[in-house]
């Protein structure tokens, strides 16, 4: 039987008849790819739209946020490793149809809610239960935040960009050899950071990691890219702290933060810095 190309993201994975993807949320169901992680929710919450983090869009609101499981990259720093790098046989999830999240998220608008977030894991590998529920969230004058790594494909995603108010994108550094040591492609998430801007309000964080993507010269880069497209972007450089993979790596200085913040500010108008 022929392998079938998921098309959502560089890896373009050629799977088998129920073959499962590198991201352990897609796979390969009568001859269609599909998302596996459709429905299952691993996580769900009312949050602050500033823990996003998103901090010029409604700002001092709440927001749904809804996770499931997997993602497409391998960051050896991920903070939310748990429901990140495991599939579905690893972790207990409740299916909740997009009707219900929808009916969910109209009964907490009393209590602040604007919309919905998809986020905790990389949302856009379950990219049809995003679609469906952004759809119906936007017929019901919902909002619609993506929270993501950015790291997918052009042409799968135009569908999606007319639903979604807002992406926080998660540009984890600014050169090739970073992003490849991640399984990412640095240049696809450059062209959905534009085509996201085109469409939606659009908020950047980057991880600041001693000794992998601290330089001054990396965020003068990064921010003069963010600038280019609008130097109205927000930047939000967040510290490091130890987990996974890095357990034994030194936490960011806060002194780093707040020195590269000032860098980032030479070119963008917004620069936060988180967790300090």
Same mark, same amino acid.
């Given at each position: ?97 997009? $009707?219900?999240?929808? @009916?969910?998220?109209?009964?907490? /608008?009393?209590?602040? =809610? !604007? ?5 905790? &894991? *990389? ?30 494909? $052009?042409?799968?995603? @135009?569908?999606?960009?007319?639903? /979604?108010?807002?992406? =926080? !994108? ?5 050169? &090739? *050899? ?40 990396? /965020? ?57």
């Amino acid at each position: 039987m022929s392998k079938i190309e998921c098309k959502i993201c560089p890896h373009h994975c050629k799977l088998e008849e129920n073959q499962i993807g590198i991201c352990r949320g897609r796979i390969n169901k009568n001859s269609e790819v599909t998302a596996l992680n459709y429905g299952h929710v691993s996580g769900i919450a009312i949050d602050p739209i500033e823990k996003k983090p998103l901090r010029r869009f409604y700002p001092g609101s709440n927001i749904l946020s809804v996770g499931s499981f997997g993602c497409n990259l391998k960051c050896s720093f991920c903070q939310n490793h748990e429901i990140s790098m495991v599939g579905k046989k690893d972790i207990k999830t409740q299916y909740v149809t997009p $009707e219900n999240l929808i @009916e969910l998220a109209l009964e907490l /608008i009393p209590k602040g =809610n !604007i919309g919905i977030a998809y986020t905790y &894991n *990389e949302p856009l590998i379950g990219f049809e239960y995003v679609r469906d529920c952004s759809k119906l969230a936007k017929e019901n004058n919902l909002k619609n935040v993506v929270v993501t790594n950015g790291c997918f494909c $052009e042409e799968s995603m @135009e569908e999606l960009m007319p639903y /979604i108010d807002a992406f =926080n !994108i998660d540009l984890k550094g600014f050169t &090739n *050899e970073f992003y490849e040591k991640i399984g990412g492609d640095l240049n696809v998430v450059k062209k959905f950071i534009k085509l996201a801007s085109e469409n939606a309000h659009v908020e950047i964080t980057t991880l600041i990691i001693p000794d992998e993507n601290d330089s001054e010269d990396e /965020i003068r880069e990064l921010s003069e890219f963010l600038s280019s497209i609008n130097k109205n972007i927000p930047l939000h450089l967040s510290r490091f702290f130890p987990c996974y993979e890095m357990a034994d790596k030194n936490a960011t200085k806060i002194s780093t933060i707040y020195k590269l913040a000032e860098i980032a500010r030479e070119s963008l108008n917004y620069v936060y810095e988180g967790n300090c």
